[in-house]
């Protein structure tokens, strides 16, 4: 295996090389930086794949959907949500690597950006969290889809384009390698489909253990998000959307 891949499996992570990014995101403060971080780290090892432009032995592709699986797997007991979402980053960066495989390389930095993007704007609405409740750990507080209806509401589609559902970039990117391998590579068709249920499945966990439950008249005291950040953070959901969608017509 070319010296190019090894340093590209820490930006598209496979294990144990995926570690250097959670811990990264557990040790980082800053929102902004943070969410940068989560939209620009799997870029360099697009770079380097594409431009090394080899064939993916198969036993790497075996490799990285094991780490997309365990990762997937392991966000289901995660209920930090910062620690929770590099999870499910390190999950679905592993996936460009089958991704590539599947003959998409000009498209590859597209499919990142398809995973990047939700990520990198939950990091921004969980840092709105975060200064409101101090924490944003799942069933530490609950109740605020009746006290905070705006950040709640930017919340939830949010999320649902993270966990890859229809509409969104995900959705698509999951769809063409799900699509690719099944006739190829059945066992790997199978494994990104698990991912996918893991995925949901965790995302409805954070959902229910951050937004769902009884009134909280503590949370209540706190400020709803402002019609102007909502309407930034509606546009740019709205701007992810379309992205999806471009997905759907030109694979």
Known sequence: MDLTWWIAALFLPLFPFSAVFVVLVRKMSNTWLKGLVFLLWPQPGVWLVINNAGIIPQWLLYWAIGTAILYAFRALVLRELF?????????????????????????????????SLPMALM??????LEKRFSTVYAGLYGGISESHPRLSAMFVFTLLAVIATPLFPGFFTMMSSIMAQMLVTPVIALGLL??????????????????????????????????????????????????????????
């Open 194 to 251: 698990l991912v996918w249920l893991f995925w949901s499945w965790s995302g409805i966990l954070m959902l229910q253990g951050l937004v769902m439950g009884p009134f909280d008249e503590a949370t209540s005291r706190k400020p709803d998000l402002g019609a102007l950040r909502t309407a930034w953070y509606s546009l740019s959901l709205v701007a992810v959307g379309v992205f999806g969608l471009s997905f759907a017509v030109v694979f």
């Open 83 to 115: 620690q929770w979402l590099s999870f499910i980053a390190a999950s679905a960066w592993s996936i460009l690597w089958i991704v590539y495989s599947g003959n998409n390389a000009p498209d590859l930095m597209l499919f990142a950006l398809g995973f």
């Open 123 to 128: 990091v921004l609405i969980g840092g709105d």
